[in-house]
């Protein structure tokens, strides 16, 4: 069969500049400086709905008489009692402030340690603590 042509396999090599980062554990793909990527809604940071999901739970164990004191959550978890102690200031979050983290409204570059610091118990000095963050983002 001389008539046969030989099948050549040509590679071809695309180069797209872009980086990896984490945000509120997930990865994102960022497009170079200059490009701006598509809008995306704006997701729920898994690590603060895990860590607000935790202090009500813990707060629940502790009123119910399931353990005493902080220091017994924490041995039962495995943490530290600061570690239980920050997390369980989040319950004294304004409802708002938890929806609009639950809905993935948190201000960019928002952290759960920028929550788990001194939080005014007043809802009002909280919300207004969580726009001026809004603003700056």
């Not at 497009?31 to 860590?51: E, I, S």
């Not at 902080?70 to 304004?94: D, H, M």
């Not at 609009?100 to 118990?121: C, F, N, T």
Request: aromatic share 4%; hydrophobic share 40%; with cysteine.
């Amino acid at each position: 069969m001389s008539g046969e042509t030989k099948l050549e396999l040509k590679t071809l090599t695309i180069r797209i500049p872009m980086r990896l980062a984490r945000r509120g554990g997930r990865k994102l793909i960022l497009t170079p400086d200059g490009a701006a990527p598509a809008p995306q809604r704006q997701l729920p940071d898994d690590t603060m709905v895990k860590a607000l999901v935790r202090a009500h739970r813990w707060r629940r164990r502790i009123e119910s008489g399931g353990a005493a004191t902080i220091n017994e959550v924490a041995e039962q978890e495995g943490v530290t009692g600061p570690y239980v102690y920050r997390l369980l200031r989040l319950t004294c979050l304004a409802p708002d402030i938890v929806a609009a983290i639950l809905d993935g409204r948190q201000p960019k570059g928002a952290a759960l340690a920028d929550l788990s610091r001194e939080v005014p118990l007043n809802w009002s000095e909280q919300q207004a603590q969580w726009s001026s963050a809004t603003a700056h983002t």
